[in-house]
């Protein structure tokens, strides 16, 4: 109809007329300060992107402004995930914190699930601990905290280390 026409015309005028580029918008989340939660999740067995994570377990708690995940764990990859993260909606923009502690994960088929590369193995441990105000890309400059990484048993696959080193010891 002709009235359909035109009313695709003017969402399509409004759309280029609006700054596609704009930065995302730092969400107020204080309207949350009242709300309280004590949740628990289970589960058994999920997948999220081409990856089986076992014995899934999620404890949320929250009050007065201040909500905990702790701990989020599973099993990965032949190893285990345990995370904890904490979020103070108290204020405008939110604080947050997240800790991740990995031990013993596959890095191979995780590499394969995530990022389809093919290049690394080997058994891997992780410990990070974060924290930063806001939560939009933007907050990235507040980021702060530390991690390890470490790989046992590595390869690199298609990368000759022991003939690289014959080569400039020659």
């Known amino acids: ?12 005028e409004a759309i280029a007329a609006a700054d596609v580029k704009s930065e995302a918008v730092e969400p107020d989340l204080r ?5 309280g939660t004590a949740s628990q999740l289970k589960v058994k ?18 009050a007065n402004g201040y909500f ?14 345990t995370e904890k993260a904490a979020l103070d909606v108290n204020a405008y923009p939110a604080k947050w914190s997240e800790s991740v502690h990995m031990s013993h994960v596959q890095a191979g088929p995780l590499l394969r699930a995530l990022a389809d590369v ?4 080997g058994s ?18 507040t980021l702060n905290g530390r ?4 790989f046992r048993d590595g ?11 014959r080569k400039y010891t020659n």
Do not use: C, Y
Request: aromatic letters at 8%.
């Open 68 to 81: 905990n995940l702790s701990p989020l764990s599973f099993k990965l990859s032949g190893g285990t995930v």
């Open 31 to 35: 309207f949350l300060k009242s709300w």
């Open 124 to 141: 891997m441990d992780m410990d990070s601990k974060f924290h930063a105000i806001g939560l939009t890309p933007a907050a990235v400059s």
């Open 45 to 62: 067995t999920l997948f999220i992107r081409g990856m089986e994570m076992g014995d899934f377990s999620a404890t949320i708690n929250g």
């Open 118 to 121: 093919d290049m690394l193995d």
């Open 155 to 165: 390869k690199l696959k298609g990368f000759d280390i022991a003939g690289a080193i």
């Open 1 to 12: 109809s002709q009235t359909g026409l035109s009313g695709l015309s003017i969402i399509s």
């Open 147 to 150: 991690g390890t990484v470490l």
